[in-house]
C-alpha cells in the first residue's frame, strides 16, 4: 500500500500563489505516474498536471504556464507550484500516484489511480 499526504493549502488572495506538498511512498519514481487533481464540490474531479516516470510533465489548458509540477527524490515529495491564482482554481487538490503506466498514457486525462491522498483544500479569493 502507497500512502500519499498532501500539505500546503490555505487561502490566497487571486493573483497569489501556493505550494503543495504530497509526501509518497517511498517509490522507485521510475516506475510511477503521479498527478495533481483539482475538484469543486458537487463536480469531478480534474487533472491538473501530471508528471510520468521519466519526468515529462503534462498540465492542463487552465493551468498552463502558472502551475508546475515536480519532484524531490530525495525528499519523497511531489509538489505542485501554483502561481497567479484565480478564483476558479479555488477546490480541493488531490495527489495520486499508480506505477505501471505507460508514458503516452499518463497525463491529465487519465484517471485511474491506484494511489489517493486526502486533499487540501485551496481558497483564491477575489
Known amino acids: 500500500q502507497v500512502e500519499l499526504v498532501e500539505s500546503g493549502g490555505g487561502s490566497v488572495q487571486a493573483g497569489g500563489s501556493l505550494t503543495l506538498s504530497c509526501k509518497v511512498g517511498p517509490y522507485d519514481y521510475s516506475d510511477y505516474c503521479q498527478g495533481w487533481f483539482h475538484q469543486v464540490t458537487g463536480n469531478k474531479r480534474e487533472g491538473v498536471a501530471a508528471?510520468?516516470?521519466?519526468?515529462?510533465?503534462s498540465y492542463a489548458d487552465s493551468v498552463k504556464g502558472r502551475f508546475t509540477i515536480s519532484q524531490d527524490n530525495a525528499k519523497n515529495t511531489l509538489y505542485l507550484q501554483m502561481n497567479s491564482l484565480k478564483p476558479e482554481d479555488t477546490g480541493m487538490y488531490y495527489c495520486?500516484?499508480?506505477?505501471?503506466?505507460?508514458?503516452?498514457?499518463?497525463?491529465?486525462?487519465?484517471?485511474?489511480?491506484?494511489?489517493w491522498g486526502q486533499g487540501t483544500q485551496v481558497t483564491a479569493t477575489s
Open positions: 508528471i510520468a516516470a521519466d519526468g515529462s510533465a
Open positions: 495520486a500516484a499508480q506505477e505501471g503506466i505507460p508514458l503516452f498514457v499518463c497525463g491529465t486525462s487519465y484517471d485511474g489511480f491506484a494511489y
